[in-house]
C-alpha cells in the first residue's frame, strides 16, 4: 500500500511539473524532473523486493500467481516510466503509465470492506474479495491515521423544483410580513 501511495503522489507530482514545463527553461525543468525519475527508482526497486519476499514464501509463487503476475507487470511499467522521465517527458505517456501502475497496484489487491481479511485460523486466505473499489482503497490513508468516511445529516438548503420555497424559508417569510403589516398597520 506504501508503493501505490507513493506512486499516486509521484503521478501527481508530475502531472505539476507538466503543468509548469512551459514557465522553466529546458535546464529548470529538467533539474526538476529528474528527482522524480530517481524516485520512480527506488520505488521499483521496493517493488522488487516485494516480489522477491512474495515469491520465497511456501507455495508462494502458486498461491499468489494472479498476484505475482500484476506486480511484474506493473514493475515493467514503472522501468518505462524511469525511462520517460529521465528524458524528461512528464505529458501524458508518462502520466498514463504512472496511472497503469496504480491501476495494476491496485488490481493486486482487491478490497472488500466486509471481509475480516487475511488473518485468523487461515492466514492468507482472505484475497476472495469481488468488490473493486479503487477510489474508496486509500480512505483513511492520508494525514490523519484514523480518517473515516462519517455521515451526516444535511438540513434542506435549497428548495424543490417549481416555485414553492422550503418549508423553513416560508416560516421566515411568513414572520417578515406579518412584521411588516404590523408595522403598516399602526
Not at 508462494?60 to 518505462?80: D, H, N, Q, S, Y
Not at 517527458?89 to 508518462?94: K, L, M, Q, R, V
Not at 493486486?108 to 468488490?131: C, H, I, L, Y
Not at 468516511?149 to 411568513?174: H, I, K
Request: aromatic share 2%; net charge negative.
Amino acid at each position: 500500500m506504501k508503493i501505490l501511495e507513493q506512486e499516486i503522489s509521484l503521478r501527481d507530482e508530475t502531472r505539476a511539473e507538466e503543468q509548469t514545463r512551459d514557465a522553466l527553461t529546458a535546464e529548470t525543468y529538467t533539474n526538476r524532473v529528474l528527482p522524480l525519475a530517481q524516485t520512480q527508482v527506488e520505488l521499483s526497486t521496493r517493488l522488487s523486493q516485494v516480489l522477491a519476499s512474495i515469491q520465497g514464501l511456501p507455495d508462494g509463487i502458486t498461491l499468489f500467481a494472479k498476484e505475482l503476475a500484476l506486480l511484474t507487470r506493473a514493475e515493467a511499467v514503472m522501468k518505462e516510466v524511469t525511462t520517460l522521465l529521465i528524458q524528461p517527458e512528464t505529458g501524458a505517456p508518462t502520466l498514463a503509465a504512472e496511472t497503469e501502475v496504480i491501476e495494476l497496484l491496485l488490481q493486486s489487491k482487491r478490497v472488500n470492506p466486509k471481509s475480516g481479511g487475511g488473518s485468523g485460523s487461515k492466514p492468507g486466505r482472505g484475497r476472495n474479495g469481488t468488490t473493486e473499489q479503487s477510489a474508496l482503497a486509500l480512505l483513511g490513508t492520508g494525514a490523519e491515521k484514523n480518517a473515516a468516511a462519517v455521515e451526516r445529516d444535511v438540513n434542506q438548503a435549497t428548495g424543490s423544483t417549481g416555485t414553492e420555497l422550503p418549508a423553513e424559508f416560508r416560516s421566515g417569510l411568513d414572520a417578515y410580513f406579518g412584521a411588516l403589516e404590523e408595522g403598516q398597520s399602526d
